[in-house]
């Protein structure tokens, strides 16, 4: 935490981290294989639609 100047920038990169890290983390130990890929794969296509919607991309990823 000592790496940012100001308190303003530490929060910002918190709140952002924290939304990112709920959406993406899962409990890999209590679930099983199929169930865990099946997660992944959803989360991952959610947030690749935000960030293309975000960023008025076609593709960010190619073969995704």
Known sequence: MQRFRH????????????????????????????????????ALAVWLSMIRSKLGYATILRGV
């Open 7 to 42: 308190m303003t920038s530490l929060q910002t990169f918190a709140s952002v981290h924290a939304n990112v890290h709920s959406h993406f983390s899962s409990d890999r130990h209590l679930t099983d294989r199929q169930t865990y890929k099946t997660t992944r794969s959803g």
